[in-house]
């Protein structure tokens, strides 16, 4: 296991396309989560699923933003109706059992999103 | 709702010299801190957490609840300690949801 593999590594579109990124985690990770970094800021916490379970959503940016993971082993998180803003590193991360507040997040490398 | 603070962009340093990132938190509750590195090409990963009281790469920080800091210190500054540095808040039973500051770039020059 290499750790958390996100694809596409890289996304140009244009504005108004949909758009859909591949997390693939640890495979013995139960939590799966996603960020959003753009330039000069820290990563912004988006969403998380427990297995397949979506327990917060509330921090998804807008109705466009949705995540799934079906099987409680790769997740997507998908953008519809691209804008220019949406242009960021969207960062997932994984984490085992640990229990509550470990705190140690498993990150994958990213996938940028540029919105021409 | 939390918030992290760090209120350097950029800290420049010598080899050698001592180092301090700051980080400050506002959170009503009590929160578990994290420090976060970023070394150029590679994946954000975990450097330290409070609650293990840990020294690492020779990097220490202490949580002061009076102070709502947690800065990440170290005496003697090198070379491969250049990198993206990130603090993070989580709190208890949020399932590890971490809120991270919007980091500090450090430059250690020879």
């Known amino acids: 296991d290499t750790g958390v593999s996100q694809n596409p590594r890289h996304k140009i579109t244009k504005r108004g396309q949909n758009v859909t990124f591949r997390c693939d985690p640890i495979?013995?990770?139960?939590?799966l989560y996603w960020y959003r970094q753009t330039l000069g800021q820290g990563p912004e916490f988006l969403t998380y699923f427990q297995n397949e379970a979506q327990l917060e959503k509330s921090r998804l940016l807008s109705d466009r933003f949705s995540a799934e993971r079906p099987k409680g082993s790769f997740s997507t998180l998908e953008i519809q109706r691209t804008e220019q803003g949406d242009s960021a590193m969207y960062l997932c991360a994984s984490s085992g059992k640990q229990g509550a507040g470990t705190g140690e997040l498993f990150f994958g490398e990213g996938s940028r999103l540029t919105v021409l | 709702a939390q918030r992290v603070t760090q209120p350097e962009k950029l800290l420049s340093v010598f080899k050698g010299a001592p180092v301090e990132l700051k980080c400050n938190y506002s959170?009503?509750?009590?929160?578990?801190l994290f420090w976060y590195v970023q070394y150029s090409r590679q994946r954000l990963q975990l450097l330290l957490r409070h609650i293990s009281r840990e020294s690492i790469k020779g990097f220490t920080a202490d949580l002061n609840k009076g102070e709502t800091s947690f800065h990440l210190k170290k005496p003697f500054a090198q070379e491969e300690d250049s990198a993206m540095y990130y603090c993070?808040?989580?709190?208890?039973?949020?399932?590890?949801?971490?809120?991270f500051g919007g980091g500090t770039r450090l430059m250690v020059k020879p």
């Open positions: 993070a808040l989580s709190v208890f039973n949020a399932g590890n949801m971490l809120t």
């Open positions: 959170y009503s509750g009590s929160p578990e």
């Open positions: 495979s013995e990770h139960n939590r």
